[in-house]
Nanobody
Framework: QVPLVASGGGSVQAGGSLRLSCAASRYTFSRYCMGWFRQAPGKEREGVAAINTDGSTSYTDSVKGRFTISQDNAKNMLYLQMNSLKPEDTAMYYC???????????????????WGQGTQVIVSS
């Protein structure tokens, strides 16, 4: 059983919305920090959003006010609601899990030890 399975990507026009989902069947959210990362072609992986064990959230500046990370504890599902999408949001998006993290590390991928397979988001202008 794959521990993290991301889905929900697709192609949308600028200004549109998508909701990414991550099935995290092996993870109890009270024990893990969960994050969304993205990587565009030719660019480094970037931390997008994270939600820690206490429910506190972190966002990279470029998505603040547009993206919302959330989780459904009963379903073991992690979500990323993406609104007002821009062409620069085009990337492969990954969900990931880590032990509880200090707030200044939550958007750094090197602290995460389990990764999903990625789901592609394409935003056209």
């Amino acid at each position: 059983q794959v521990p993290l399975v991301a889905s929900g990507g697709g192609s949308v026009q600028a200004g549109g919305s998508l909701r990414l989902s991550c099935a995290a069947s092996r993870y109890t959210f009270s024990r893990y920090c969960m994050g969304w990362f993205r990587q565009a072609p030719g660019k480094e992986r970037e931390g997008v959003a994270a939600i820690n064990t206490d429910g506190s959230t972190s966002y990279t500046d470029s998505v603040k006010g547009r993206f919302t990370i959330s989780q459904d504890n009963a379903k073991n599902m992690l979500y990323l609601q993406m609104n007002s999408l821009k062409p620069e949001d085009t990337a492969m998006y990954y969900c990931a899990a880590a032990p509880p993290l200090a707030w200044w590390t939550r958007l750094q991928g090197r602290y995460y030890n389990s990764w999903g397979q990625g789901t592609q988001v394409i935003v056209s202008s």
